[in-house]
């Protein structure tokens, strides 16, 4: 649930919508969006109560990595259920790349948006659409969007195309 100004209102409903318009085993289930307009007199600056009603997950992927235990994982995740989820996240993005007549990029990629179910063993769930980019071809810039520790280097560098491929690169440090 977040506060929103009545501008940060199109931007949540529109992330809402593509996010419901995709259909994927690993990209969370939305429910229900949510505004609390009856009150939005009593927020500073008109700000209105905004909520997204998503399918239950357990924690992140970054929470499960360093801080299993905490959340029910009796150990780190194992490198057979790395490897699931892995695979996981190579389906997702390939199903999202090969979106048809737009594919999309989500170009925010990390552990915090990469949610576990809580079933055994655990199903990723993709979330946080809102830097994705929904077109063949995408120019880039400084603040092309996603996080800037996990930008490509090519989106440092203004006017850059960057096109899809069926390849993916997964890194582990």
């Known amino acids: 649930m977040a506060k929103a100004h009545p501008e940060q209102r199109a931007e949540f409903i529109s992330e809402a919508r593509h996010l419901d318009r995709f259909r994927h085993t690993n990209i969370i289930n939305l429910f229900a969006v949510a505004f609390d307009d009856k009150k939005a007199s009593a927020y500073k600056d008109d700000q209105q109560i905004c909520a997204l009603v998503l399918e239950l997950c357990r924690c992140s992927l970054h929470e499960a990595l360093y801080n299993g235990t905490e959340h029910g994982f009796k150990e780190a995740l194992a490198l057979p259920t790395r490897l699931a989820l892995l695979r996981d996240l190579g389906k997702v993005l390939y199903f999202l790349h090969n979106l048809q007549p737009h594919p999309v990029v989500h170009r925010d990629i990390k552990t915090a948006n990469l949610l576990l179910t809580p079933t055994t063993p655990p199903v990723l769930k993709l979330i946080d659409f809102g830097h994705a980019a929904f077109q063949r071809t995408s120019k880039l ?33």
């Open 141 to 173: 810039s400084k603040s092309g969007g996603g996080t800037a520790n996990y930008n490509s280097p090519e989106q440092a560098q203004e006017d850059v195309k960057v096109f899809f491929s069926p390849f993916f690169c997964c890194h582990h440090s």
